[in-house]
């Protein structure tokens, strides 16, 4: 399967196929391999099967983490998201594709799918979806249950439509402190904290924060940092905060890198 879509991935990028279409049209490739044998069996647990359900989400990750690498690197580089948590990656995602405004709910279920989330846990755990549009839940439990079965067209045949929450309308207590079910924080979580505390003026604990939690030595760290400056609207209030903390986190490094001939 990792042969087949590796390159048809490429392919699809280059041709300009974005969004939710990004994401299906790997799944014919996907396939080929799958569909070669009569049964596929687990590799952990040889007396279990593979369903197509359960093929089909470890395809859409390939192809989410493979859109991320190239939100990353601003669309022109290869690189390999790995250790990325899941809220984050999500939110790369729709930020990427939808920006702040609307989206169809569709889409929005299908990436969350692909991230191991759902859609209701995007709005109402983590605070990151706000709902625009109104939907049954019998609605929304028939696009999730289509996705699953590899049936979907990504327009939300229930009409609903979600968007980004900005992150000054992020104001939980625990944001950036504690994580739904004591998972690690994400790290979108993270920044959106922090820009808070910029936004407040305290230096202290901006940096008191970015050493608690070890952020100077996460590699990811920088490169969201710099890949949500670049998909915020220039001369925007979050661009501005985004530019001077990352500035400040860079002279911080700078200040406290040792100097050569020092001893580590």
């Known amino acids: 399967m990792s042969e087949n879509i590796a390159m048809k991935l490429r392919d699809f990028w280059d ?12 799944t014919g490739p996907a396939l080929e391999a799958f569909s070669k044998y009569p049964v596929v069996k687990k590799a952990y647990d040889p007396n279990q099967r593979m369903t197509v359900s359960e093929f089909l989400r470890e395809v859409r990750r390939m192809v989410v983490d493979f859109v991320v690498g190239r939100v ?24 990427h594709d939808f920006g702040m405004g609307e989206a169809p709910i569709g889409a929005c279920i299908l990436y969350a799918l692909s991230c191991n989330l759902s859609d209701s846990a995007l709005v109402t755990q983590h605070d990151l979806l706000a709902q625009t ?11 999730e249950e ?3 079965d590899g049936d979907d067209d990504s327009g ?23 994580a739904p079910g004591g998972r690690p924080v994400p790290l979108i979580d993270q920044v959106h904290k922090l820009m808070h505390l910029w936004r407040a003026g305290d230096q202290v604990k901006v940096d008191d924060y970015v050493e608690s939690r070890g952020l100077k030595r996460n590699a990811l760290f920088n490169q969201i940092l710099q890949a949500l400056i670049e998909l915020a609207a220039a001369g925007s209030d979050e661009r501005s905060i985004l530019e ?16 050569q001939g020092q001893l580590v």
């Open 72 to 95: 990353l690197t601003q669309d022109g580089g290869e690189a390999v998201v790995t250790g990325l948590d899941d809220v984050t990656t999500y939110y790369l995602m729709h930020r």
């Open 156 to 178: 939300g045949g229930s009409g609903a439509k979600v968007k980004l929450k900005p992150w000054n309308r992020r104001r939980g207590r625990n944001l950036g402190l504690e």
């Open 146 to 148: 289509s996705i699953e």
């Open 244 to 259: 001077s903390f990352s500035n400040h986190v860079a002279a911080r490094e700078r200040v406290g890198a040792p100097r």
């Open 133 to 143: 549009g109104k939907a049954s839940a019998g609605a929304q439990d028939e696009d």
């Open 15 to 26: 041709a300009g196929i974005r969004g939710p279409d990004f994401v299906w049209a790997a």
